[in-house]
């Protein structure tokens, strides 16, 4: 059974849910960090080249009209169908809309504390939002993934909670969509560090783009890849840098960004 620490201001919501129990693992961050010190970036961005959505098409049988007309309708209501692991909608309708939604949470769920340090965890979620075809090559690469970066970061089980993970997505593009498959790209702003003070790597700001490719499976959005890329990144505006202890304080007092629906 997966371990979540509790902070309970730390957890990533869902719109419209109860926000007084926030769901576990919500301190997002995101894989493809570009993050200062030029050791650290080159590691980060071997462990973070996750390009797993070459997969054979095929075209999925029909799916149910009611199921889709209720998860339309559940759209409109900006709600979703069913939870997954820590809280995760899912049940999206067959639409742009929907692929959209799913892109954006499913990235968000990939970016929790919980699924950096938590392989039980990790291997849950990925059952629930990736394919049958994807989700093994997704396990292995984002436990090797995930294990290159915590090694990098200096952190063990015992001190995981000194980690500051954080983002939250800018904007989103839909480069292709059809009624099998769907191609979403989510330009997203982070923070990756810890608050150790003998850290490797101090909290430091990310500008990432995530393209998450999507299949519709099983009568949902699945997830069938993802790859990243740097920027596009603003412009430093040489502000001095905050303290670990206002990162702390910040990371205990600020809730993280909430799924969508």
Do not use: C
Request: glycine content about 10%; proline content about 8%; overall charge negative.
């Amino acid at each position: 059974m997966p371990t979540h620490r509790p902070h309970p201001r730390r957890g990533t919501t869902v719109l419209g849910g109860d926000e007084r129990h926030p769901t576990p693992g919500g301190r997002p961050w995101w894989l493809g960090a570009a993050v200062a010190g030029g050791g650290f970036l080159l590691l980060l961005g071997v462990a973070i080249a996750v390009n797993t959505g070459l997969f054979t098409d095929s075209s999925p049988a029909p799916a149910d009209a009611t199921a889709d007309a209720k998860r339309a309708e559940a759209d409109q209501l900006g709600e979703t169908v069913l939870r997954g692991a820590g809280g995760v909608p899912l049940g999206y309708p067959r639409t742009e809309a929907g692929a959209v939604r799913a892109a954006t949470n499913y990235q968000l769920a990939r970016s929790s504390v919980d699924y950096i340090t938590d392989r039980s965890y990790r291997h849950q979620l990925l059952a629930d939002i990736a394919g049958p075809e994807s989700e093994k090559s997704l396990i292995r690469t984002d436990d090797s993934a995930m294990d290159l970066v915590l090694a990098s970061l200096g952190i063990r089980k015992r001190d995981a909670a000194t980690l500051v993970a954080r983002a939250a997505p800018l904007g989103v593009t839909v480069s292709d969509y059809s009624r099998h498959s769907a191609t979403v790209e989510v330009w997203a702003a982070g923070l990756i560090g810890t608050t150790s003070d003998s850290a490797p790597l101090p909290v430091s700001a990310s500008w990432n783009t995530h393209t998450v490719t999507l299949r519709w499976q099983e009568n949902d959005w699945k997830l069938a890849g993802v790859t990243s890329r740097p920027g596009p990144t603003p412009l430093d505006t040489g502000s001095t840098p905050s303290t670990l202890d206002d990162f702390r304080r910040a990371d205990e007092h600020f809730d993280a960004p909430p799924y969508l629906g």
